[in-house]
């Protein structure tokens, strides 16, 4: 009942914000980060710390400091304001594979992130902040705020069944998520699991078993889908309309898009969210771009001076601080994805994002033979202008080499593709300062997940 009475709190909320005017959204998230900042002060000595300069009341929200990971890892038992939350707390907690999914103490979802940025960490979420995330899915699914809200339920009528890829492997965001979805979202659509990490023909059959009208998925994975379907592997029809595809968790690339509207005809949406923040944007139908949340978390697209990007310039890095969730309190807290801002839409208070890249860190050290520090979003440039490669991945393969793998979509001259990206990698590593980096590039027919998370990474650093 306690989380009925919440989801109903937050929709209600959801369908507020976004009939506001851009202003006073503004108004309403900013209240929203001065009651956390006050909380955090109040329950965390980290915070009292870091915040016992400013005027609460009164500071600017670029006065509060940048929290890094690692100063999350390093100061977490006094970040986190609960005992029971402590470090090794919750590591005991998921080493138990019967804990996974499950809330703790019947309040707090506990998952691992993928450590694609780092090590990877137990994070905390509050259901309550979880279930906001939930419920602003369900709302926030129209191209204009008349059309948005939550979806009826089918009483009577067949539910749509949606197919949900998540990493059993690991206490993964997405397991987690589904594992705590309210039972009352089973009124309007029935979710059936698949492992993104079970063998590739467990997964056809699968699908041809349930025979879903909703992909919900990694960007990686739905692309390969896509590619089964075309060459007759995977035999799925998704009904237009009526059928949708959702994508998260990795790149969904133009390659990818337009392997979806060969195979399908449906247009997938992108959503965009974080191990520690959850749901951060989505992409909404008839929008060719994601929404941003901003009434749910403060989320800052900056250069490498913390100070704010120009909209339509992509950023260095960004920050993000989740409003809700007080299990951890996240300030200004750095993710290392690049962000390029365009306008809010008509009839909307939030901003969009019309670029998105570098979802994981990706810094190369090469060794040829003195040592090379390298960016890989340097590597974005080569791909910006090669509509006909679907996905591909850069994969450092010793301590002076590397190789990106690619995947083009059918018909495309796969030979013209192989020779132009070869010039373009080589001519990136020359103006990055590693003329003696060897690179090569290698067409594939797929490209093969991580075991552990099931995700196809774009940047595979060496390690040694």
């Known amino acids: ?57 009164r500071c600017s929200f670029s006065d509060i400091p940048v929290l890094t990971k690692a100063t999350l890892v390093k100061n977490w038992d006094e970040i986190v304001p609960d005992p029971r939350l402590r470090w090794a707390a919750l590591e005991q907690h998921l080493k138990s594979k019967e804990n996974w999914g499950k809330l703790l103490n019947g309040r707090w979802m506990v998952s691992m992130t993928s450590g694609t940025s780092g090590a990877a960490i137990a994070i905390p979420h509050e259901i309550t902040s979880v279930d906001w995330n939930h419920a602003a899915h369900a709302i926030r699914n129209a191209p204009t705020t008349k059309k948005s809200s939550t979806p009826r339920p089918s009483l009577f009528g067949k539910r749509p069944v949606a197919a949900s890829f998540i990493c059993s492997s690991a206490p993964s965001i997405s397991a987690s998520l589904l594992q705590t979805r309210p039972w009352i979202g089973s009124l309007f659509c029935d979710y059936q699991p698949i492992s993104v990490t079970a063998p590739w023909q467990e997964i056809i059959d699968e699908l041809h078993r349930i025979k879903p009208t909703i992909l919900i998925g990694y960007a990686s994975l739905i692309g390969r889908l896509a590619q089964a379907k075309l060459d007759g592997t995977l035999k799925l029809e998704l009904p237009v309309p009526g059928g949708a595809i959702s994508t998260g968790g990795d790149c969904l690339t133009p390659g990818i898009r337009a392997l979806c ?8 949406l992108d959503g965009y969210g974080c191990g520690e923040s959850l749901g951060i944007a989505r992409q909404w139908a008839g929008m060719d771009s994601m929404v941003v949340f901003e009434d749910l978390a403060v989320f800052e697209a900056v250069d490498q001076n913390e100070q704010e990007s120009p909209q339509g310039v992509l950023s260095d890095h960004a920050l993000v601080t989740p409003l809700f969730n007080t299990a951890l309190p996240l300030l200004r807290y750095r993710i290392d994805d690049r ?13 969009v ?18 040592k090379l520090i390298f960016v ?27 190789e990106c793998r690619f995947v083009v979509q059918p018909g495309s001259d796969k030979n013209a593709i192989h020779s132009r990206l070869e010039t373009s990698i080589r001519q990136c590593l020359i103006e990055g300062g590693c003329a003696n980096v060897r690179s090569s590039a290698i067409p594939v027919h797929h490209l093969d997940p991580d075991p552990r ?6 940047n595979v650093p060496f390690r040694e």
């Open 1 to 57: 009942m306690f989380r009925l009475l919440n989801l109903y709190r937050a929709s209600k909320s959801i369908r507020h914000a976004q009939s506001l005017s851009r202003a006073d959204m503004l108004a309403l998230q900013e209240k929203r980060w001065r009651a956390l900042a006050k909380r955090a002060f109040a329950t965390s000595p980290f915070y009292r710390r870091q915040l016992a300069s400013l005027d609460l009341d």
């Open 261 to 268: 509207r060969q195979a399908w005809g449906i247009e997938p």
């Open 339 to 351: 962000v390029r801002f365009g306008p809010e839409p008509a009839g909307w208070p939030f901003k």
């Open 353 to 370: 994002i019309h670029e998105l890249s570098g979802r994981s860190a990706m810094t190369y050290t090469f060794r040829a033979p003195e």
């Open 376 to 402: 890989g979003t340097k590597f974005l440039t080569v791909l910006e202008h090669q509509p006909e490669v679907a996905s591909y991945q850069f994969r450092q393969t010793s301590a002076d080499a590397i």
């Open 453 to 458: 998370t099931g995700k196809v990474e774009q």
